[in-house]
């Protein structure tokens, strides 16, 4: 089942994964979706998630890089704007995405989940 999603990600055009690979070890990563749109002249949308960052690597850069290359590819798409999600209340980790650049408080986020009998069959 793995695989089958895996190879269904790597055939999507619009599905990137961006990661930080350094002696062969992934460091950090990240996940860019882009959305097709019908409005702002139909140009797409971006959406990053699942940023990670191993550790031991932290404050070197390497996020950061990996943020900045999946903005590239956003805007390569002729991405309008690029949306950001992250469950993080720490404000060292909300500077990280600021210094990177996105802004705080443009936009207001709400998140739905599944209904409890549907949640352990199904994971988003």
């Given amino acids: 089942m793995l695989q089958s999603m895996w190879d269904a990600i790597l055939n999507d055009p619009r599905l990137f994964y961006i990661v930080a ?10 996940n860019l979706t882009i959305v097709p749109n019908l409005t702002r002249g139909a140009r ?3 959406i990053i ?3 990670v960052t191993h550790s031991d690597y932290r404050q070197q850069g390497i996020g950061t890089q990996v943020l900045h290359y999946a903005l590239n590819l956003a805007w390569e798409q002729q991405c309008y704007k690029v949306m950001l999600l992250t469950s993080s209340k720490r404000e060292e980790t909300l500077h990280f995405y600021e ?3 996105f802004k705080r408080g443009v936009k207001t986020g ?6 409890e009998h549907l949640s352990s069959s199904q994971s988003c």
């Fill in 110 to 115: 709400f998140i739905a989940l599944p209904p």
């Fill in 99 to 101: 210094r990177a650049g």
């Fill in 44 to 46: 797409p949308y971006g």
């Fill in 49 to 51: 998630e699942n940023v």
């Fill in 21 to 30: 690979d350094l002696a062969s070890q992934l460091v950090a990563t990240c």
